[in-house]
């Protein structure tokens, strides 16, 4: 089992910044990937970026350039650096973990007013 807590989401204005933390627990294994994925009213979840354990990166061509997505593997977190926020990143946003099975945190709202 693995337990994922995000944190810092909040309200913002367009073109703001903020800064989204991921903490896994419980049984992680060397190899797997984390990332962020988010969903807004009315509309499916979406992947906006993961990071491998070895440091690789991917990023959704919506947010590419504007977030920046890293991870410390000796405390297992991953960050997520949203800068030159837009409305229409306003979603909530879960933590994700692929090891041998798929976990999810329980979210956190980010809000960008315009």
């Known amino acids: 089992q693995v337990q994922l807590v995000e944190s810092g989401g909040g309200l913002v204005q367009a073109g703001g910044s903020l800064r989204l933390s991921c903490a896994a627990s419980?049984?992680?294994?060397?190899?797997?990937?984390m990332g962020w994925f988010r969903q807004a009213p009315g509309k499916q979840r979406e992947w906006v970026a993961t990071i491998t354990s070895g440091g690789g990166k991917n990023y959704a061509d919506s947010v590419k350039g504007r977030f920046t997505i890293s991870r410390d593997n000796t405390k297992n977190t991953v960050d997520l650096q949203m800068n030159s926020l837009k409305p229409e990143d306003t979603a909530v946003y879960y933590c994700h973990y692929t090891g041998v099975h798929d976990y999810w945190g329980q979210g956190t709202q980010v809000t960008v007013a315009s």
């Open positions: 419980g049984t992680i294994f060397m190899l797997n990937v």
